[in-house]
């Protein structure tokens, strides 16, 4: 048995789970839900797409506000996963675009991660509710073109670690995930540029 007498099956377990997982018209998250869609449909679980451009909070506010209506108040699981990548020299990057990535890539990942606070921590799964966030190596090693992607996913490792502290009191886990190069159209585009 595991801690507070739930078993590891238990613990483990998605049933009944309900999650939101972000950037899943391409890349990682299309392969999160691909995979997880076609195993869903089997079992006749259901799965529903809104479009979101999480780069704008007004949009990230009627996504949470969907989710919220969608899953009737409950929300076990928040995967932030979108994320991107621009190759560019330094120098040459303009206000706005540093914006728009930081908006994307990190500020997209806390704001989710605020309004899902209220339901994650309410969340009916054993151990409580999760939030993963889809980080990068890249937030820990450098790579010339890729400053801002860099800076913005050691932004996201940095959130990761201050909401995991934080949120534990609320039995809520954070954790990241940080892949390499994926064969994705976003790497492949990059590889095309280098």
């Known amino acids: 048995m595991a801690a507070a007498g739930v078993s590891r099956e238990q613990r483990w377990s998605l049933a009944g789970a309900t999650a939101l997982v972000t950037g899943g018209s391409r890349g990682i998250g299309h392969a999160i839900l691909e995979e997880c869609r076609r195993r869903w449909e089997e079992t006749k679980l259901p799965v529903t797409v809104s479009v979101c451009d999480v780069s704008v909070r007004a949009e990230r506010e009627k996504l949470m506000e969907t989710a919220k209506q969608t899953f009737d108040g409950k929300l076990d699981i928040l995967v932030n996963n979108v994320?991107?990548?621009v190759a560019k020299a330094a120098v040459e990057w303009t206000?706005?675009?540093y914006s728009h990535l930081m908006s994307t890539n990190l500020e997209a990942a806390f704001h989710l991660s605020q309004l899902a606070h209220p339901f994650l921590r309410d969340a009916s799964i054993a151990g409580g509710g999760s939030v993963v966030n889809i980080s990068s190596v890249a937030s820990s090693l450098g790579y010339p073109t890729l400053a801002l992607y860099?800076?913005?996913?050691?932004?996201?490792n940095q959130l990761t670690r201050s909401l995991a502290a934080e949120w534990a009191q609320d039995k809520i886990r954070v954790n990241s995930v940080a892949p390499g190069g994926i064969n994705t159209e976003l790497q492949n585009r990059w590889i095309q540029r280098s």
């Open 150 to 156: 860099c800076i913005s996913k050691g932004g996201v």
């Open 95 to 97: 206000a706005e675009e």
């Open 83 to 85: 994320g991107r990548n």
